[in-house]
């Protein structure tokens, strides 16, 4: 009985424990520590993620929603807009997306086609 008493005592006991933050722009690294981690003998040890932070790690945009087409001149026109596959913001979207317009727009001038662009919101 008093082995168990004692297990119970050691596993509730107050542990030493650390927080170590890394952080690096590349998604493999290895992090030497000017001092290394001294671990006591005869002690177990548990390490444990708890939190993880990954901007612009997982592409929202991909080959099945990077394109669209739209027309400016009730269909004479057809225009396709495609945005490079990665990981964007909302206003990137929105400048890419702008910016094939203003090409667009550019070319059937350069054609002189003249139309009238009304853009509308997406409900």
């Known amino acids: ?22 952080s690096n722009k590349t998604t493999d690294f290895i992090t ?9 003998k005869g002690k177990q040890y548990e390490m444990a993620l708890l ?3 990954t901007y612009y790690s997982f592409p929202n945009i991909d080959s099945t929603n990077n ?3 739209y027309f400016p001149d009730n269909g004479k026109n057809w225009f ?6 990665g990981s964007y913001e909302i206003y990137d ?12 727009m550019m070319m059937m001038k ?3 086609t003249s139309f009238l662009f009304r853009p509308t919101a997406v409900p």
Do not use: C, G, H, Y
Not at 32 to 40: G, H, I
Not at 80 to 85: A, D, F, K
Not at 93 to 104: E, G, L, P, S, V
């Open 1 to 22: 009985m008093e082995d168990i008493l004692r297990k119970i005592e050691e596993n509730t006991a107050p542990k030493d424990s650390f927080q170590l933050t890394i």
């Open 32 to 40: 030497r520590f000017n001092v290394p981690l001294q671990l006591k």
């Open 51 to 53: 939190n993880l932070q």
């Open 67 to 69: 394109s669209f087409k």
């Open 80 to 85: 396709t807009i495609q945005i490079t596959e």
């Open 93 to 104: 979207i929105d400048a890419a997306i702008k910016q094939q317009m203003r090409t667009n």
């Open 110 to 112: 350069m054609t002189n």
